[in-house]
């Protein structure tokens, strides 16, 4: 059975003898990921009245071989890229005479001078590290906090289920709000001026082979 939707190919293995098989995305988004795990991707496939003799998996430009990427790989896959949307929620910024301030719990305006990440958790169970890429002039003293400690290191490695309260291909959430786990300053002014903030995350791990996974979050600034 070959069928598709996911935009990313997975091998579903054998059931009473049937093999399944999804395939990925010929033209439409697929996540920014290493190329075994998400590719613009075409099947070849041999058959003989034996049936399916061959099905060889290519990334389309390059004719590159790709493997049939198993389903657990996906599962794991999948967990991060919904831990990564969450990070939407982290900020919401607004600006007013070039300045940007953010709401406090009393739904008070205070000047934003750091940026906090709280979201970023490990929701499966292989340690896995990330890396936050800020090389615009506007950020400064990024570091990472653990245990009450400030990190200064530009990857850190989350061991399994790290911070993350549940997790499936779908969902990812915790039972409670997370504190900061990521922190980075920031010129007010400039920030206001350029009208956004936006960090590049890369995040990876290993199972059959390494897997990459990165994400661009934009936080955009409102006017207040």
């Known amino acids: 059975v070959i069928a598709g939707h996911y935009h990313y190919d997975q091998d579903e293995g054998e059931i009473d003898g049937i093999r ?61 890229s919904c831990m990564l949307d969450n990070l939407w929620q982290d900020e919401t910024l607004y600006s007013e005479n070039g300045k940007v301030y953010s709401l406090n719990g009393n739904g008070e305006f205070n000047l934003t001078e750091k940026i906090d990440l709280e979201s970023l958790v490990n929701p499966i169970d292989l340690p896995i590290k990330l890396h936050i890429s800020v090389s615009d002039d506007i950020y400064s003293n990024p570091y990472w906090l653990l245990d009450g400690k400030e990190i200064s290191k530009d990857t850190i490695t989350f061991e399994p289920a790290f911070r993350s309260g549940w997790a499936n291909y779908s969902s990812v959430g915790n039972w409670f709000a997370p504190s900061s786990v990521w922190q980075v300053n920031i010129d007010n002014a400039k920030v206001s001026e350029q009208g956004s903030l936006q960090f590049k995350i890369y995040v990876s791990f290993e199972d059959t082979r390494k897997r990459e996974l990165h994400k661009t979050v934009n936080y955009y600034i409102k006017q207040k």
């Not at 003989?48 to 790709?66: A, C």
């Open 20 to 80: 399944y098989l999804i395939m990925g995305s010929s033209g439409g988004v697929i996540k920014e990921t290493d190329q075994h795990s998400a590719a613009q991707e075409i099947a070849m496939i041999t058959i003989s009245k034996n049936g399916i003799e061959e099905i060889q998996l290519q990334e389309i430009e390059s004719k590159k071989d790709l493997e049939w990427t198993p389903r657990i790989s996906m599962d794991r896959i999948q967990a991060l």
